[in-house]
Each structure stands twice: as structure tokens, then as C-alpha cells.
């Protein structure tokens, strides 16, 4: 996969053939529309695209990381542009006041119309996580059925928590793995599918002047073109 962009102020970054929209900007954040498929932030391998360097080549200051998305999941990401903005961000997302809106494509009809899944999660081997109820630390996500589509179902989640794989783990784990979700469903049954079907659709938070903003992101056409196979079942 490649990525590129044009120098200059307001001009667009892009990934795989795909433009990168800038959501939301001032002095203090920047907000995009992450693709699936690239990383947040560097991985382990040297040279690989990432988002962070990407914006990095483009916006003329020092741009800080405050949260993550999985690299096979797309929508809203934040970056702080300065130390001030950092620091404000970070506190609100330690006292859980940032709210955080998903939408999740699950296997299986979901005969509850929403719930609160609390169970403690842990890295286990070969990067998964994984409930443990002694060890685990504390996470919680709370859903509310969209849509029951055939043989899955449509829910929003709202992660209370930031945990790592937090709602595809706690999904899993009450028998409701993520379509597309190759590291926690059944592999054979998730290549049939081009992605991970979770989108971060919304984030709502304070800039450090005190005002509320709220940042939205559509599901992008490879999460609709998934929907829309569904939805003529």
C-alpha cells in the first residue's frame, strides 16, 4: 500500500488511493477520518505508513497522539497540536469524559436490545486479549441494537473504557464476534469478508477553551458496500 500527498497548507493527505479527510481543525486538534487498514501510529516494522507520520508531513507543528484506533478500523481520530491541548485531551479521556460513539457489524441475531458488557480484560499471546476476571483490569462497553439484518446484527457501542481490542474482545465474548474480525472470529468464516466492520462514528469532547464539540464520520464505502450485502439477504 502506498501513501502520498501534496506539499502545502490545505492540501490532502492520502492512503492506498484513498484521501484522508480532515474532519475538524484549529489551533488545538486535528480530527480525520482514518482508513482501515492504516495504522495510527508506527508499528513495529520500520518503514510502513503510518497515520501519525503522514499527518506529520503535513501540518507544520508537532502533532501529539491521545488515542488509537485499530489499524482495521476507520473513523474519527483525534490529534492534539500542542502541549496544552495534549495534556486537556488526555484528562478527559482518564476521566472517561470523552464520549465515543461506534458502529459494529456482529454475527448472530442479538435477542437483547442493548446492554452493558463488565468484564476485565488482559493481553494474552500473540497480540489478543482476552477476558480474565482475576488478572483482568476493568473495562466496560454498552450497546444498543441498531438493526437485526438476517443472520447478524447492527449495534452501536459506546466504549466506557480504552481498552485494548476492548469491544471486539467484549463482543466475542458474549457470542457476537465482529464480522471481518479475523483475530477473534473464526478465521474461515471472517475471510469471506474484506474488513473489520467497526467504524468509530463519533467523539464528543471539550476543546481546552471549554466549548463542546462532537465530530462525526460516515461509514466509509467499504462498510457500506458490506451493509448493503446484507441488507438483500
Do not use: W
Not at 480474565?132 to 438493526?147: I, Q, S
Amino acid at each position: 500500500m502506498s501513501a502520498d500527498f501534496s506539499p502545502g497548507r490545505g492540501d490532502q493527505v492520502s492512503f492506498d488511493g484513498r484521501v484522508i479527510p480532515i474532519l475538524f481543525e484549529n489551533e488545538d486538534v486535528l480530527a480525520v477520518h482514518k482508513p482501515e487498514g492504516l495504522a495510527s501510529i508506527p508499528e513495529g516494522r520500520p518503514g510502513r505508513d503510518c497515520l501519525l507520520s503522514l499527518l506529520a508531513a503535513l501540518v507544520p507543528c508537532k502533532i501529539y497522539v491521545v488515542h488509537r484506533l485499530d489499524k482495521d478500523v476507520s473513523g474519527v481520530i483525534l490529534f492534539a497540536k500542542n502541549a496544552v491541548a495534549h495534556k486537556c485531551l488526555n484528562e478527559q479521556f482518564n476521566q472517561r469524559r470523552v464520549r465515543k460513539t461506534y458502529i459494529a457489524l456482529t454475527h448472530g441475531v442479538m435477542e437483547m436490545d442493548g446492554g452493558r458488557i463488565d468484564k476485565p480484560l488482559r493481553r494474552f499471546g500473540s497480540g489478543r486479549m482476552g477476558v480474565d476476571l482475576a488478572r483482568g483490569k476493568p473495562c466496560v462497553t454498552e450497546f444498543r441494537v441498531e438493526e437485526r439484518l438476517g443472520a447478524y446484527t447492527l449495534v452501536q457501542v459506546h466504549p466506557i473504557t480504552g481498552r485494548r481490542h476492548q469491544i471486539r474482545v467484549h463482543l466475542y465474548s458474549i457470542g457476537h464476534p465482529i464480522v471481518g474480525d479475523r483475530l477473534y472470529g473464526e478465521k474461515r468464516v471472517q475471510l469471506r469478508f474484506p474488513r473489520l466492520m467497526l467504524h468509530a462514528q463519533k467523539i464528543a469532547f471539550r476543546l481546552p477553551t471549554g466549548e463542546e464539540v462532537e465530530i462525526e464520520a460516515d461509514p466509509p464505502p467499504s462498510f457500506r458496500e458490506v451493509m448493503a450485502r446484507m441488507e438483500k439477504l
